[in-house]
T-cell receptor, first 114, second 108 residues
Framework: EAGVVQSPRYKIIEKKQPVAFWCNPI?????LYWYRQNLGQGPELLIR????????DSQLPKDRFSAERLKGVDSTLKIQPAELGDSAVYLC????????????FGPGTRLTVL | KNEVEQSPQNLTAQEGEFITINCSYS?????LHWLQQHPGGGIVSLFM???GKKKHGRLIATINIQEKHSSLHITASHPRDSAVYIC??????????FGKGTKLSVKP
């Protein structure tokens, strides 16, 4: 069975440009997470979905970040416009619904903003 | 004060050595996860535990809920164990709070 799929794996853009990341979770996983990982740090949650509903987006910088999970499967995370400080690895993870379930991580998208 | 503290931050060991990575947390949890991250970003879940001890191959994880402390042990370490190991307590809603990680380098 395929794991969590993310694309692109790498993205280099100039500041003020828009960028979008895509995630396809493991089939049957209701819960989807987007994390941002800065160099030398642990991942930080940006948004968590239960099916198509964003149940925790308290850490999502809503002035420039947006996310959607139409139909409760694939998800996209968008940044517009990107800033230099957005350079990081963006990780998607999925799990079965409910607390305490193992999260499965995608390979991440490494974003570099010049 | 960080909610999750890992020690050491960096660890260099010789092949075959016994390794211990410690994690202390201040939040209430439903379970604690140990994750492994190789260069390039991929994260793999090693353990999820809420009490006692779990063993998988050469890896052992323990947790003391009362003391809010967990340890990850690697027996007979090998260069392929070189990676970043991340402690991540999980709350009742399933959200994980990640430590900064411990970078392990095992020399042949």
């Amino acid at each position: 069975e395929a794991g969590v799929v993310q694309s692109p794996r790498y993205k280099i853009i100039e500041k003020k440009q828009p960028v979008a990341f895509w995630c396809n979770p493991i089939s049957g996983h209701n819960t989807l997470y987007w994390y941002r990982q800065n160099l030398g740090q642990g991942p930080e949650l940006l948004i968590r979905y239960e099916n198509e509903e964003a149940v925790d987006d308290s850490q999502l910088p809503k002035d420039r970040f947006s996310a959607e999970r139409l139909k409760g499967v694939d998800s996209t995370l968008k940044i517009q416009p990107a800033e230099l400080g957005d350079s990081a690895v963006y990780l998607c993870a999925s799990s079965l619904r409910g607390a305490g379930n193992e999260q499965f991580f995608g390979p991440g998208t490494r974003l570099t903003v010049l | 004060k960080n909610e999750v503290e890992q020690s050491p931050q960096n660890l260099t060991a010789q092949e075959g050595e016994f390794i211990t990575i410690n994690c202390s947390y201040s939040v209430g949890i439903s379970a604690l996860h140990w994750l492994q991250q190789h260069p390039g970003g991929g994260i793999v879940s090693l353990f999820m535990l809420s009490s006692g001890k779990k063993k998988h191959g050469r890896l052992i994880a323990t947790i003391n809920i009362q003391e809010k402390h967990s340890s990850l042990h690697i027996t007979a370490s090998h260069p392929r164990d070189s990676a970043v190991y991340i402690c991540a307590p999980g709350g009742s809603q399933g959200n994980l709070i990640f430590g900064k990680g411990t970078k392990l380098s095992v020399k042949p």
